[in-house]
């Protein structure tokens, strides 16, 4: 059980990018990259274990978030979704407030994410799979 009291394997995992281009200064002038990933942290506290990743191999879509299904997730038929353009609060929250609801394959997608859903090219899933 987390802390929250939601059983470890209903957590899901959230990926978020920060190497080259996601989360720098050099490509997102102005973003507060340090508080989005703490106001993720919070936000999705007791539903999903934040993670950071090296470079995902989609600067293009930077930044770069990947929702990984928990395990009842998994087993409804959720599977990874990736994000682009995590660059503001509201996002971030709406990033909170699905995997709250249970993410993958529990919740749907919610509208105001659904814009930014993106398909990763097939050298960007093999190295996430790493
Ligand atoms: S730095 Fe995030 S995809 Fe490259």
């Given at each position: 059980?987390?802390?929250?009291?939601?059983?470890?394997?209903?957590?899901?995992?959230?990926?978020?990018?920060?190497?080259?281009?996601?989360?720098?200064?050099?490509?997102?002038?102005?973003?507060?990259?340090?508080?989005?990933?703490?106001?993720?942290?919070?936000?999705?506290?007791?539903?999903?274990?934040?993670?950071?990743?090296?470079?995902?191999?989609?600067?293009?879509e930077?930044?770069?978030?990947?929702?990984?299904?928990?395990?009842?997730?998994?087993?409804?038929?959720?599977?990874?979704?990736?994000l682009r353009a995590v660059?503001?609060?509201d996002t971030?929250?709406d990033?909170?407030?699905?995997?709250?609801?249970?993410?993958?394959?529990?919740?749907?997608v919610p509208a105001a994410l659904a814009r930014r859903v993106f398909?990763?090219?097939?050298?960007?899933?093999?190295?996430?799979?790493?």
């Amino acid at each position: 059980m987390t802390a929250y009291g939601r059983p470890r394997d209903h957590t899901c995992i959230v990926r978020v990018c920060r190497d080259c281009c996601c989360g720098s200064e050099r490509k997102h002038p102005g973003v507060d990259h340090d508080g989005l990933l703490a106001r993720l942290e919070v936000g999705t506290r007791g539903h999903a274990r934040v993670l950071r990743s090296a470079c995902l191999l989609a600067c293009d879509e930077s930044n770069v978030v990947v929702v990984t299904p928990s395990a009842p997730g998994r087993r409804a038929g959720g599977r990874p979704v990736w994000l682009r353009a995590v660059l503001d609060d509201d996002t971030v929250d709406d990033v909170s407030e699905w995997v709250a609801l249970g993410g993958p394959g529990v919740a749907a997608v919610p509208a105001a994410l659904a814009r930014r859903v993106f398909a990763p090219n097939a050298l960007s899933l093999r190295w996430s799979a790493v």
